[in-house]
Protein backbone atom coordinates (compact mmCIF):
# COMPACT_ATOMS: atom_id res chain seq x y z
CA UNK A 1 0.00 0.00 0.00
CA UNK A 2 1.28 3.46 -0.90
CA UNK A 3 2.33 6.13 1.39
CA UNK A 4 -0.72 8.63 -0.04
CA UNK A 5 -3.30 6.07 0.95
CA UNK A 6 -2.43 6.33 5.34
CA UNK A 7 -2.66 10.01 5.10
CA UNK A 8 -5.37 11.82 7.21
CA UNK A 9 -7.52 13.31 5.01
CA UNK A 10 -10.25 15.82 5.70
CA UNK A 11 -12.82 15.61 3.33
CA UNK A 12 -11.66 12.55 1.67
CA UNK A 13 -12.01 8.58 2.04
CA UNK A 14 -9.94 6.48 0.57
CA UNK A 15 -9.76 2.77 0.21
CA UNK A 16 -7.35 0.69 -1.98
CA UNK A 17 -8.75 -2.39 -2.98
CA UNK A 18 -6.60 -3.65 -5.74
CA UNK A 19 -7.06 -2.89 -9.01
CA UNK A 20 -9.52 -0.51 -7.54
CA UNK A 21 -8.94 3.20 -5.99
CA UNK A 22 -12.53 4.15 -4.01
CA UNK A 23 -12.09 7.69 -3.54
CA UNK A 24 -15.68 9.21 -2.00
CA UNK A 25 -16.36 12.62 -1.30
CA UNK A 26 -17.05 12.98 2.68
CA UNK A 27 -18.79 16.38 3.73
CA UNK A 28 -22.26 14.55 3.65
CA UNK A 29 -23.08 17.67 5.97
CA UNK A 30 -22.64 19.85 3.31
CA UNK A 31 -23.65 17.14 0.36
CA UNK A 32 -20.87 16.86 -0.61
CA UNK A 33 -20.25 20.40 -1.69
CA UNK A 34 -16.50 21.50 -2.48
CA UNK A 35 -13.78 22.90 0.48
CA UNK A 36 -10.55 24.14 -0.11
CA UNK A 37 -9.30 21.32 1.49
CA UNK A 38 -11.45 18.90 -0.38
CA UNK A 39 -10.01 20.43 -3.53
CA UNK A 40 -6.56 20.52 -2.49
CA UNK A 41 -6.82 16.58 -1.23
CA UNK A 42 -8.58 15.68 -4.85
CA UNK A 43 -5.94 16.62 -6.68
CA UNK A 44 -3.23 15.39 -4.45
CA UNK A 45 -4.74 12.03 -4.24
CA UNK A 46 -5.30 11.62 -7.91
CA UNK A 47 -1.95 12.85 -8.82
CA UNK A 48 -0.28 10.24 -6.67
CA UNK A 49 -2.95 7.55 -7.64
CA UNK A 50 -1.90 7.87 -11.38
CA UNK A 51 1.83 6.72 -10.04
CA UNK A 52 0.52 3.60 -8.42
CA UNK A 53 0.93 0.74 -10.15
CA UNK A 54 -1.63 -1.52 -8.13
CA UNK A 55 -4.21 1.60 -9.14
CA UNK A 56 -5.63 0.68 -12.64
CA UNK A 57 -9.00 2.25 -11.74
CA UNK A 58 -10.23 5.01 -9.82
CA UNK A 59 -13.95 5.02 -8.78
CA UNK A 60 -15.56 8.52 -7.48
CA UNK A 61 -18.46 8.61 -5.36
CA UNK A 62 -19.83 10.54 -2.68
CA UNK A 63 -20.59 10.19 0.95
CA UNK A 64 -24.49 9.49 1.83
CA UNK A 65 -27.29 10.55 -0.45
CA UNK A 66 -25.61 13.30 -2.86
CA UNK A 67 -22.85 12.70 -5.01
CA UNK A 68 -21.70 16.36 -5.14
CA UNK A 69 -23.70 19.51 -4.55
CA UNK A 70 -21.25 21.81 -5.96
CA UNK A 71 -20.11 25.18 -4.17
CA UNK A 72 -21.07 25.42 -1.02
CA UNK A 73 -24.22 28.09 -0.43
CA UNK A 74 -23.19 29.24 2.88
CA UNK A 75 -19.80 29.78 2.15
CA UNK A 76 -21.32 32.15 -1.18
CA UNK A 77 -23.27 34.04 1.01
CA UNK A 78 -20.67 34.65 3.77
CA UNK A 79 -17.91 35.43 1.05
CA UNK A 80 -15.59 33.20 2.66
CA UNK A 81 -13.44 30.09 2.09
CA UNK A 82 -12.97 29.92 -1.74
CA UNK A 83 -15.78 32.26 -2.57
CA UNK A 84 -13.76 34.98 -0.32
CA UNK A 85 -12.16 38.36 -1.84
CA UNK A 86 -12.60 41.07 -4.49
CA UNK A 87 -12.96 39.87 -7.99
CA UNK A 88 -9.54 39.74 -9.03
CA UNK A 89 -8.58 37.81 -5.54
CA UNK A 90 -11.66 35.38 -6.76
CA UNK A 91 -10.42 34.64 -10.10
CA UNK A 92 -7.00 33.44 -8.84
CA UNK A 93 -8.78 31.24 -6.21
CA UNK A 94 -10.28 29.98 -9.31
CA UNK A 95 -7.17 29.43 -11.58
CA UNK A 96 -5.12 28.11 -8.73
CA UNK A 97 -7.95 26.26 -6.16
CA UNK A 98 -11.09 24.37 -8.18
CA UNK A 99 -9.61 24.71 -11.86
CA UNK A 100 -7.10 22.34 -10.83
CA UNK A 101 -9.33 19.26 -10.14
CA UNK A 102 -10.07 19.66 -14.37
CA UNK A 103 -6.55 19.81 -15.13
CA UNK A 104 -5.52 17.29 -12.34
CA UNK A 105 -8.17 15.10 -14.24
CA UNK A 106 -7.06 15.68 -18.06
CA UNK A 107 -3.30 14.38 -17.13
CA UNK A 108 -4.50 11.20 -15.61
CA UNK A 109 -3.39 8.00 -17.31
CA UNK A 110 -5.37 5.76 -14.90
CA UNK A 111 -9.34 5.59 -16.03
CA UNK A 112 -11.83 7.21 -13.72
CA UNK A 113 -15.08 6.06 -13.04
CA UNK A 114 -18.11 8.61 -11.25
CA UNK A 115 -20.16 6.26 -9.49
CA UNK A 116 -23.47 8.89 -9.27
CA UNK A 117 -25.02 7.76 -5.96
CA UNK A 118 -26.91 10.73 -5.72
CA UNK A 119 -27.25 14.17 -7.05
CA UNK A 120 -24.64 15.85 -9.21
CA UNK A 121 -25.65 19.54 -9.21
CA UNK A 122 -23.59 22.42 -10.42
CA UNK A 123 -19.23 21.98 -10.09
CA UNK A 124 -20.61 18.22 -9.07
CA UNK A 125 -22.42 17.94 -12.41
CA UNK A 126 -19.42 19.31 -13.93
CA UNK A 127 -17.06 16.65 -11.96
CA UNK A 128 -19.33 13.92 -12.94
CA UNK A 129 -18.55 14.48 -16.68
CA UNK A 130 -14.88 14.87 -15.94
CA UNK A 131 -14.77 11.31 -15.08
CA UNK A 132 -14.36 8.68 -18.35
CA UNK A 133 -17.23 6.83 -17.57
CA UNK A 134 -20.39 7.83 -15.28
CA UNK A 135 -22.88 4.85 -13.28
CA UNK A 136 -25.91 5.89 -11.69
CA UNK A 137 -29.28 4.68 -10.16
CA UNK A 138 -32.96 5.68 -9.62
CA UNK A 139 -31.21 8.83 -6.98
CA UNK A 140 -28.89 10.00 -10.05
CA UNK A 141 -29.88 13.72 -10.86
CA UNK A 142 -28.38 15.87 -12.96
CA UNK A 143 -28.22 19.80 -12.99
CA UNK A 144 -25.71 22.61 -14.46
CA UNK A 145 -27.49 25.35 -12.33
CA UNK A 146 -24.93 28.16 -12.66
CA UNK A 147 -27.42 30.42 -14.23
CA UNK A 148 -29.95 30.04 -11.49
CA UNK A 149 -27.27 31.79 -9.19
CA UNK A 150 -26.31 34.66 -11.47
CA UNK A 151 -23.24 32.53 -11.80
CA UNK A 152 -20.92 30.88 -14.58
CA UNK A 153 -19.56 27.36 -14.51
CA UNK A 154 -15.91 28.21 -13.19
CA UNK A 155 -14.43 25.09 -12.79
CA UNK A 156 -15.19 24.13 -16.61
CA UNK A 157 -18.44 23.02 -16.98
CA UNK A 158 -18.97 24.99 -20.34
CA UNK A 159 -15.48 22.57 -21.50
CA UNK A 160 -17.04 19.51 -20.42
CA UNK A 161 -20.45 19.42 -20.45
CA UNK A 162 -20.94 19.44 -24.04
CA UNK A 163 -18.22 16.88 -24.77
CA UNK A 164 -20.36 14.63 -23.50
CA UNK A 165 -24.21 15.28 -24.21
CA UNK A 166 -23.39 17.46 -27.04
CA UNK A 167 -23.46 21.43 -28.11
CA UNK A 168 -26.79 22.35 -28.14
CA UNK A 169 -28.10 19.86 -25.27
CA UNK A 170 -25.86 21.63 -23.11
CA UNK A 171 -26.52 25.23 -24.13
CA UNK A 172 -29.88 24.04 -22.81
CA UNK A 173 -29.36 22.64 -19.54
CA UNK A 174 -26.82 25.44 -18.96
CA UNK A 175 -29.17 28.27 -19.66
CA UNK A 176 -32.05 26.95 -18.38
CA UNK A 177 -30.17 25.19 -15.16
CA UNK A 178 -33.12 22.65 -14.74
CA UNK A 179 -32.38 19.63 -13.14
CA UNK A 180 -32.28 15.71 -15.23
CA UNK A 181 -33.94 12.88 -14.47
CA UNK A 182 -31.46 9.65 -14.14
CA UNK A 183 -33.98 8.42 -16.67
CA UNK A 184 -33.20 11.07 -19.35
CA UNK A 185 -29.67 11.20 -17.78
CA UNK A 186 -29.06 7.53 -19.60
CA UNK A 187 -30.70 8.85 -22.75
CA UNK A 188 -27.89 12.20 -23.16
CA UNK A 189 -25.03 10.07 -22.12
CA UNK A 190 -24.73 11.74 -18.89
CA UNK A 191 -25.15 8.33 -17.47
CA UNK A 192 -23.19 5.32 -19.18
CA UNK A 193 -25.05 2.74 -17.12
CA UNK A 194 -28.27 2.84 -14.90
CA UNK A 195 -28.48 0.29 -12.22
CA UNK A 196 -30.51 -0.39 -9.07
CA UNK A 197 -29.94 1.06 -6.36
CA UNK A 198 -29.13 -1.71 -3.99
CA UNK A 199 -26.42 -2.74 -6.60
CA UNK A 200 -25.08 0.20 -8.05
CA UNK A 201 -21.70 -0.48 -6.21
CA UNK A 202 -21.50 -3.94 -7.20
CA UNK A 203 -22.31 -2.87 -11.01
CA UNK A 204 -19.45 -0.03 -10.46
CA UNK A 205 -17.01 -2.10 -9.59
CA UNK A 206 -18.05 -5.32 -12.15
CA UNK A 207 -17.28 -2.63 -14.60
CA UNK A 208 -13.82 -0.86 -12.93
CA UNK A 209 -12.64 -4.68 -12.78
CA UNK A 210 -13.60 -5.02 -16.72
CA UNK A 211 -11.45 -2.19 -17.39
CA UNK A 212 -8.84 -3.45 -15.20
CA UNK A 213 -8.45 -7.16 -16.77
CA UNK A 214 -6.92 -5.48 -19.97
CA UNK A 215 -3.24 -3.65 -20.62
CA UNK A 216 -2.67 -0.59 -17.91
CA UNK A 217 -0.39 0.04 -21.21
CA UNK A 218 -2.85 -0.22 -23.85
CA UNK A 219 -5.73 1.55 -22.07
CA UNK A 220 -3.34 4.52 -20.54
CA UNK A 221 -2.61 4.77 -24.26
CA UNK A 222 -6.33 4.39 -25.63
CA UNK A 223 -7.89 6.77 -23.17
CA UNK A 224 -5.01 9.36 -23.70
CA UNK A 225 -5.78 9.03 -27.63
CA UNK A 226 -9.39 9.56 -27.54
CA UNK A 227 -9.54 12.54 -25.31
CA UNK A 228 -6.38 13.95 -28.13
CA UNK A 229 -9.28 13.10 -30.60
CA UNK A 230 -11.37 15.62 -29.05
CA UNK A 231 -9.35 18.36 -30.14
CA UNK A 232 -7.27 17.00 -33.02
CA UNK A 233 -6.65 16.90 -36.77
CA UNK A 234 -6.96 13.45 -38.44
CA UNK A 235 -3.43 13.74 -39.54
CA UNK A 236 -1.94 14.76 -35.86
CA UNK A 237 -3.91 12.19 -34.17
CA UNK A 238 -2.90 9.17 -37.02
CA UNK A 239 0.73 10.32 -35.90
CA UNK A 240 -0.14 9.81 -32.41
CA UNK A 241 -2.20 6.26 -33.05
CA UNK A 242 0.98 5.08 -35.48
CA UNK A 243 3.44 6.12 -32.13
CA UNK A 244 1.20 4.24 -29.65
CA UNK A 245 0.51 0.98 -31.80
CA UNK A 246 4.41 1.28 -32.09
CA UNK A 247 4.85 0.90 -28.66
CA UNK A 248 1.90 -1.12 -27.89
CA UNK A 249 3.05 -3.94 -30.52
CA UNK A 250 6.29 -4.60 -28.43
CA UNK A 251 5.04 -5.35 -24.94
CA UNK A 252 4.65 -8.64 -22.98
CA UNK A 253 1.03 -7.61 -22.77
CA UNK A 254 0.22 -7.80 -26.05
CA UNK A 255 2.16 -11.18 -26.44
CA UNK A 256 0.45 -12.72 -23.78
CA UNK A 257 -2.50 -11.18 -25.52
CA UNK A 258 -2.21 -13.25 -28.68
CA UNK A 259 -0.70 -16.41 -26.66
CA UNK A 260 -4.02 -16.66 -24.61
CA UNK A 261 -5.97 -15.69 -27.56
CA UNK A 262 -4.86 -18.84 -29.23
CA UNK A 263 -4.96 -20.43 -26.00
CA UNK A 264 -8.41 -19.87 -25.50
CA UNK A 265 -7.52 -18.56 -21.87
CA UNK A 266 -7.91 -15.07 -20.05
CA UNK A 267 -4.73 -12.90 -20.69
CA UNK A 268 -2.59 -12.13 -17.34
CA UNK A 269 -1.62 -8.52 -17.93
CA UNK A 270 1.80 -7.34 -15.78
CA UNK A 271 1.76 -4.33 -17.58
CA UNK A 272 5.13 -4.56 -18.83
Known amino acids: MQDYINEAYTDLL ?24 MITELCHLLREADWDD ?3 VIILTGAGKTFCAGGDVKAMEEKSGMFAGDPEGLRRRYTKGIQQIPLTIEALQTPIVAMVNGAAIGAGC ?12 RHSRFGETFAK ?7 GGTFFLQRVVGYAKAMELSLTGRIVSADEAVSLGLL ?10 EETEKLALSIAANSPIAVSMVKKAIRQARTAEISGHLDLLA ?16 RAMKEKRQPRFKGQ
Open 54 to 56: DVR
Open 192 to 201: NNLVEVDTLK
Open 126 to 137: DLACMCDIRVGC
Open 243 to 258: AFQGITQRTEDHFEGV
Open 14 to 37: VEEDAPLLWVTLNRPQHSNAFSDE
Open 149 to 155: LALVPGD
